[in-house]
């Protein structure tokens, strides 16, 4: 898979510098713009000019040069940069990133760097396995840093170890696989969603209303945020609270979140149904508090309107997204819910078991979504915890929204 990131690349200075050039050379292929950053050592193994012809971009090398300074300064390049990749990082580059030693341009980049960093150590097998190597090892992955191997097999100095640097398309690969799922997938797109319960009045202290904690349409926003959209929630009465970046809108009956997501679905480009609303609301609303007067009480309730099915026959209508809720034959109610009401795709999950659905920490979702005419897909998103669950439904709604968009991302 092709993508447009920004790598900094920064070699240091061990045999192994040799394969940068056929790293730059396989980042490029994948669509990365590439901006190489070398140590003093690292010059000695193999020149700037390869890997400024490969990468299309000065190599830069010194912390205080000028020129370089000017075309973007450490911080501004750090910034730049959606990974940083150090292949070889010797095992003095390691000692230094572990101490927090910033004395030339690299060790500086990794200290000032807010984004994911990957390291592919390659040193002599002897040197790799002392402890004072694998405690820094230790320390860098615990600060987040992810390692590439190293490998186990002959090595340059003619010992046979563990300490060979990754192959190039090894490196490439893992960080392409790893940092796909993190790319903003939504940017430039607008995301409604509704999330929690409706409470239906009965009297001026009492209303009908369901289990519904909020919990899984706040990550659904969150994750939403996360991929690059701008989120608009309307959220049913619930305790939880969303990062700023969102607009919430509060609601509380099923009349009132119909208003609030109908006014605004058109103008958003995706809408998800995650809101447990009413199926039916009390015709009337007592204006006194209902006396225990009676033995039975009878309570008259009339069908609450479908957001959902008027959402997707709106004109100019979102990417309709909806939920369903279900106690038996999921798959079933699933489709022809996506069918009837007319969605794009449709997120089931079972209620009122042990684990998942309503006010848990946990879900699994099968989700369905129509392809072409007649075609039906369908994925399961197996149980774990609603904050990841989302990330995945996130990325799905992404995929089938825009295949293009997800490709180039
Ligand atoms: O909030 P949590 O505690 O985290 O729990 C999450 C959840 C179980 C509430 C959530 O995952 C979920 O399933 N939400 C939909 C619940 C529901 O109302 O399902 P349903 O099968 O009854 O409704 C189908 C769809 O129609 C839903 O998208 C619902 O939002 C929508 N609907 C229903 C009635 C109505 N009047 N208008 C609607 O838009």
Redesign the pocket.
């Known amino acids: 898979m092709t993508a447009n990131l920004n790598i900094l690349y920064g070699v240091s200075g061990g045999i192994a510098a040799y394969k940068s050039a056929e790293v730059v050379r396989l980042l490029r292929k994948r669509g990365a713009q590439v901006r190489v950053v070398m140590t003093e050592a690292a010059m000695q193994f193999i020149t700037p000019l390869t890997l400024q012809a490969l990468s299309g971009q000065p190599v830069l090398s010194q912390l205080l040069d000028a020129d370089s300074e000017h075309a973007m300064d450490h911080i501004r390049l750090a910034r730049w940069a959606d990974v940083i990749l150090i292949a070889p990082a010797t095992a003095d580059f390691i000692a230094k990133c572990r101490h927090g030693l910033a004395d030339d341009l690299l060790s500086t980049l990794y200290l000032a760097a807010t984004c994911p960093v990957y390291i592919a150590p390659a040193m002599n097998q002897a040197m790799w396995s002392k402890p004072v190597v694998q405690d820094s090892i230790q320390t860098l992955r615990a600060h987040g840093v992810q390692m590439i191997g190293p490998e186990a097999g002959e090595q340059a100095c003619g010992e046979v170890g563990l300490g060979r640097m990754s192959e190039p398309s090894a490196l490439v690969d893992q960080i392409y696989a790893e940092c796909i799922d993190q790319l903003p997938c939504l940017q430039g797109l607008s995301v409604l969603i509704?999330?929690?319960?409706t409470r239906e009045p009965l009297d001026p202290v009492r209303y009908l209303s369901?289990?519904?904690?909020?919990?899984?349409?706040?990550?659904l926003a969150k994750a939403a945020l996360a991929a690059g959209a701008k989120v608009t929630l309307i959220s049913g009465p619930?305790t939880l609270s969303a990062p700023v970046e969102i607009e919430r809108i509060s609601v509380e009956t099923?009349a009132e979140?119909?208003d609030a997501?109908l006014a605004r679905a058109s103008s958003h480009s995706i809408y998800?149904?995650?809101?447990?609303?009413?199926?039916y609301s009390p015709v009337t609303m007592a204006s006194c508090k209902i006396k225990k007067n009676e033995q039975t009480l009878t309570l008259v309730l009339q069908?609450?309107?479908?957001?959902?099915?008027?959402?997707a026959a709106l004109p100019s209508r979102p990417f309709t997204?909806?939920?369903?809720?279900?106690t038996h034959a999921l798959e079933d109610?699933?489709s022809a819910?996506l069918i009837e009401?007319n969605l794009d795709m449709?997120?089931?999950?079972w209620?009122g078991q042990a684990q998942?659905?309503?006010?848990?920490e946990l879900?699994a979702?099968h989700v369905l979504w129509r392809e072409g005419s007649n075609g039906i897909c369908q994925k399961q998103l197996p149980m774990t915890n609603?904050s990841l669950l989302a990330q995945h439904l996130i990325r799905l709604i992404a995929d089938v929204f825009n295949p293009q968009l997800t490709a180039n991302t």
């Open positions: 509704s999330a929690g319960p369901n289990r519904s904690s909020g919990k899984m349409g706040y990550a619930v099923a979140m119909y997501v998800i149904g995650a809101a447990a609303v009413a199926d069908k609450t309107r479908d957001i959902l099915a008027d959402v997204v909806g939920f369903a809720a279900e109610y699933a819910k009401k449709i997120a089931a999950n209620v998942g659905g309503f006010d848990s879900n979702l609603k």
